[in-house]
Each structure stands twice: as C-alpha cells, then as structure tokens.
C-alpha cells in the first residue's frame, strides 16, 4: 500500500517566469538576530525571510542583502533583491511576506526591477548611525537601540578626531580577521559626530564598509573622548594601517543601518507598498 505523502504541499501561484527580479525595502530590530547572513546557527533576517517569500511560493534562490550587518544590530532601511519564481500580484506577495514575517522584521516596499539590479553592488552610499545614551536614565523604549555611558567625554575632541575618518583610509586596524581577509581600504565619505539632548549621535556614510568597522570607529573615538587616546593615535592608526593597541568595538545595539541610496532609476515600477513618514525608527529627529 502506497502512503500518501506529509509533506506541506508548496502553494501555486501561476508559472514561473524568468526575469521576475524583486526589490525588497525592509527595517528590522535586530534584537536577538544573528544579524542578515543565514549561519548555521541562530535566527538571521536573510533566513526569517527566504522563509516567508517561500510560503508565499517561492521555490528557488536566497534573497540578496544590501550589507552583512552584524548580529544586534539594526536597519531602518534596508534594500534585498529576489529573482521570484512564481508570479503573483505585488500588493499580497507584500501582505503575504509580512504575514509570514515576526513583527521585528517589516517589509514596506515590493517593486519590479531589471535583471540587472543588485542590492549589494548596485548601492551608491550606505549610512550608519551609532547611538550613545549619556543620560542618568535610559527610557525603557529606548534601551534596545542605544549604548550607555554615564562617564564624561570631551565631545570636540571627539569631533575633531571624527573627520580624520573621512577619505580614503586602510582600515586595517578598525575590522575582525574575517575583515582584514579582504581589501581593507575604504573610502568614508561623512563623518559626523553630534549632540541631541542625552544622546550622543556618530553617523558614518560611504559605499562600503568592513566587519565591525563602523563600531570600531566609535570604540575609537570613545578612547579619544576619555583622553586614553589623543587625535594622533587616530591618525597614526590610519596612516599606518595598524595599531599598536587594542581597537575596541563598541556593543552591537547601538547601531543601526541608516539608510541605503541608490540611483533613482532602480526604484522599481510597478512597486506596492512605501514608508511611513514617521516612526521607521524610534531615535528619528
């Protein structure tokens, strides 16, 4: 006697087509994530939502990220791209990926964009912003997101000791051994420090960055803003691409992938869904 099968048949949503190429705008808290990347180990966004595009019939290809964030950390914007192989209107493929999604990750936006479009290497300028809480009390709300530190810091200091980053610098010393695998030059196009109220605000833009970079340009400078580090050791660091100190890496919740910018042109068309004008993150101004 033949048994019939368990398994959860896949649902059909019409042929697949070639050329269905997606562009998937998304925020995520990353709380308890391992960060994009699928690991063996650990609950990732790039898994959570490969999971969710093939309950609504996805068969086939991961989604592409636009950046390996690091476990913790979080994105108000970020753009994946999917070839999708069912077709299926746009405005339930978003309400269906969001159904199948845990409420810390949000997909806003779903657009049609050519063969040719890449999350990751179609990206002009990727912003990080990195959130230090200097306040007696953290509000509640507001403790995933930030890091705290209660002793002083000489904020000019630390200014002045930001713009060294921007340019074109071997980052050697500011990444993991994972990081220095690779090429380690990268071009920082912004670096801002800035006050706003009890927080403490680092925000880093260019077109790539190494692992932990971002993070470690901020343990830097936090170095700088206790005096156990001096303008000098920064420039010295970069220069020479190496330290003769340990770089610390300032913890991952304090950071969050800003914004990505693309051309204009990749925006997609047709396209369901769009951000909210308000509350993509809970530190906005």
């Known amino acids: 006697?033949?048994?019939?099968?368990?398994?959860?048949?896949?649902p059909s949503f019409g042929p697949a087509r070639r050329g269905n190429r997606l562009r998937l705008d998304l925020a995520f808290s990353g709380t308890g994530l391992r960060g994009?990347?699928?690991?063996?180990r650990g609950t990732t966004v790039q898994g959570l939502l490969e999971r969710a595009l093939q309950a609504v019939g996805h068969l086939h290809g991961r989604p592409v990220g636009c950046s390996r964030t690091d476990a913790g950390v979080h994105a108000r914007l970020f753009t994946a791209h999917v070839d999708f192989s069912r077709e299926r209107p746009l405005p339930a493929l978003l309400e269906g990926l969001n159904a199948n999604l845990p409420p810390e990750v949000r997909?806003?936006?779903?657009?049609?964009?050519p063969a040719t479009f890449h999350a990751r290497y179609a990206c002009l300028e990727k912003a990080y912003r990195y959130h230090l809480h200097r306040g007696p009390v953290v509000p509640p709300f507001l403790a995933p997101f930030v890091w705290c530190w209660r002793g002083p810091l000489d904020t000019e200091a630390m200014g002045e000791a930001a713009a060294l980053f921007v340019g074109e610098h071997d980052f050697a010393a500011l990444t993991t051994a994972e990081g220095r695998a690779r090429k380690t030059v990268r071009t920082v196009t912004r670096c801002d420090l800035s006050l706003r109220g009890d927080?403490?605000?680092?925000e880093v833009a260019g077109p790539s960055f190494l692992h932990r970079m971002v993070r470690c340009m901020a343990g830097l400078l936090v170095a700088v803003g206790t005096g156990r580090l001096a303008r000098e050791d920064v420039a010295q660091v970069l220069r020479e691409g190496r330290a003769s100190f340990q770089v610390p890496a300032l913890p991952a919740q304090g950071l969050a992938l800003w914004e990505v910018r693309y051309d204009p042109s990749l925006a997609g068309d047709p396209a369901a869904g769009a951000f909210p004008?308000?509350?993509l993150f809970p530190l906005e101004e």
């Not at 006697?1 to 896949?10: E, F, I």
């Not at 927080?199 to 680092?202: D, E």
Request: aromatic content about 6%.
């Open 1 to 10: 006697m033949r048994l019939a099968s368990r398994r959860t048949p896949v």
């Open 36 to 40: 994009w990347q699928v690991q063996a």
């Open 107 to 113: 997909v806003y936006r779903v657009s049609r964009v």
């Open 199 to 202: 927080l403490l605000v680092l």
């Open 277 to 279: 004008a308000l509350g």
